[in-house]
């Protein structure tokens, strides 16, 4: 059965350690990725969590606001230096609207699967495009799909062995809706955690067409925030879709 969706869950589960579990990934260069596809701004970031992108970005004089449907993650990012002078409004970024025009909206690290279906993920482009001045441009980042990664349609992965904490994820396909169910487990000296989170995935060329169907054109793709060329190899990518009027 299909997993049902609250999406709001993700950060009721991970928002007290959520800055540990990101704390590997490659902050600088998507930032510095970011600020150059921005020129002077303003950014909105849909999923905008607790600042790892957002709080960059402002401190290097760009306005930022943001949009997450997590209260308990934008409470943690409100209580960082800074983070009382980044405007940020609680609710699906989906179809949650904010005042003003952007030169750019960023929605990373995977977070447009959290959205529960292809028509939550077609609303969440034409929110980001009608947040758009013309010419400006929408970043999406995300995984690329690999079915055949799970074995009658389940998987088990080692994500990331120290000394102090070892995390894996258990995984659940559901092909029939491009439906993923996953929990990580996080063990560390303090114990267990189980951080669960469902995702609706799509090929980037589906991103594409809602991109397209949003009035938007891809600019560019990459594999990785550094502008590695994407192939067929890419099991990741990050791309620009530029509003086209």
Not at 56 to 69: E, F, H, N, S, T
Not at 119 to 144: D, K, M, S, T, Y
Request: proline share 6%; aromatic share 6%; charged share 25%.
């Amino acid at each position: 059965m299909a997993p049902a969706f609250d999406e709001s869950a993700d950060g009721r589960a991970i928002a007290d350690i959520y800055d540990v579990t990101v704390q590997d990934l490659p902050t600088g260069p998507a930032v510095d990725r970011l600020h150059e596809l921005a020129g002077d701004g303003p950014v909105l970031e849909f999923g905008i969590g607790t600042g790892r992108l957002a709080l960059p970005l402002a401190a290097r004089g760009l306005r930022v606001a943001g949009i997450d449907g997590s209260a308990e993650m934008v409470e943690v990012l409100r209580a960082k230096p800074g983070g009382d002078r980044v405007h940020v409004a609680v609710g699906d970024f989906a179809t949650t609207r904010v005042e003003g025009e952007y030169a750019l909206v960023a929605l990373t690290l995977n977070t447009v699967f959290a959205l529960p279906s292809q028509e939550a993920q077609v609303r969440c482009f034409r929110n980001a495009a009608a947040h758009l001045r013309p010419g400006g441009r929408f970043v999406v980042e995300a995984w690329v799909p690999d079915p055949g990664a799970f074995r009658d349609g389940a998987a088990l992965r080692l994500l990331s062995l120290g000394e102090d904490a070892v995390v894996a994820e258990a995984a659940r396909l559901f092909p029939a809706e491009q439906l993923m169910r996953t929990t990580k487990v996080r063990l560390t000296r303090d114990g267990v955690r189980l951080l669960p989170a469902n995702h609706r995935y799509a090929w980037p060329s589906e991103l594409d067409l809602m991109a397209r169907l949003a009035g938007m054109e891809r600019e560019h793709r990459w594999s990785d925030w550094l502008g590695t060329p994407f192939t067929d190899d890419s099991r990741e990518h990050v791309t620009v879709y530029r509003r086209s009027d």
